[in-house]
């Protein structure tokens, strides 16, 4: 028994060891990207930069059961989004999600982060 709680409080310190070990690469690029913009002033230069990382980021993070959820364009479902105004829009049909204001993400299709959204009247 004391040796399965003692297995047991090792795996659950260990959980996201293999996770971390493929974040540090993004790690190390944030943190060329950040060194690098110190002495550089070219601003596209350093939004590509920035951009790549982004990628890297969210590719390591697929790779783990990360989907971000589509809103724009989509009905409103209270079980991926969350309102968070309403606005009047001939240009989209009633209960259409119009605009997202901040993007929600689901992992292993389970709704980690609802989706908060603008809903059309």
Known sequence: KKRVNRDFAVLVKTANENLIKQLLPTLDNLERALNHSKTEDNFN??????????GQLLETL????LTPIEAVGK???????????QVEDAKHPSGTVVDEVERGYMLNDK??????????K
């Not at 230069?45 to 982004?54: A, T, Y």
């Not at 697929?62 to 059961?65: D, I, M, S, T, Y």
């Not at 009905?75 to 105004?85: G, K, R, S, Y």
């Not at 709704?111 to 059309?120: C, D, G, P, Q, Y």
């Open 75 to 85: 009905p409103f479902d209270p079980h991926l989004h969350e309102a968070v105004m």
């Open 62 to 65: 697929k790779k783990e059961g």
């Open 45 to 54: 230069s350093l939004r590509e930069g920035v951009e790549m990382i982004f």
């Open 111 to 120: 709704v980690l982060r609802h989706t908060k959204v603008v809903v059309n």
